[in-house]
């Protein structure tokens, strides 16, 4: 029985290895046509994806941390620096009382570039709108 399970996962990997293989392959013909990722776009990816923030963020609705459009509320309120918060340079002035939840993602955030971060920047005005 374990074995068996041994197998399809084998099988399984060979498979989603060689179909990634032949993505890449298709990504570099197409290349040259291939419009160029926006700011947005690469925020937005970031934001769902890599930086984990949606799992705490949605956007219009609070979940475990507040939704984009009232962060973003308040940044513009209180004239907020986003990018120096996500630096760790500046305090939070969203929900100071929740910050210890935040806090456990900077470790993710530090290894972002200053573009990453004003992508992150950019998609969180935008969408937000
Ligand atoms: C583990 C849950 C969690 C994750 C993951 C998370 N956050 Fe947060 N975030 C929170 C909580 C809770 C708050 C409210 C506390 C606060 O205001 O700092 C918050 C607040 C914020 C604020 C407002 C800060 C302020 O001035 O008060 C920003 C901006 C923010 N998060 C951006 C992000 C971004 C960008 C990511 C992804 C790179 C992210 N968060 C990932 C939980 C999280």
Redesign the pocket.
């Known amino acids: 029985m374990q074995k068996t399970g041994l197998l399809i996962l084998s099988m399984t990997l060979l498979l989603v290895s060689c179909q990634s293989e032949k993505k890449e392959k298709e990504d570099i013909k197409i290349g040259t046509k291939k419009k160029e990722i926006s700011v947005f776009e690469t925020g937005k990816n ?2 769902n994806g890599k ?7 949605k956007i219009d609705k609070k979940s ?3 939704g984009v459009v009232e ?1 973003m509320k ?2 513009k309120e209180k004239n ?1 620096d ?1 990018i120096a ?2 630096k760790q340079e ?16 900077f470790a ?2 530090k290894t ?1 570039s200053e573009d990453e971060l004003k992508a ?1 920047q950019e998609y ?1 005005i935008k969408v937000s709108k």
């Open positions: 970031i934001f930086g984990k923030c949606y799992t705490c963020h475990i941390g507040p962060i308040i940044y907020g986003l918060f996500l500046a305090d939070p002035i969203v929900d100071p009382e929740t910050y210890a939840v935040m806090k456990t993602n993710i955030i972002f992150l969180m």
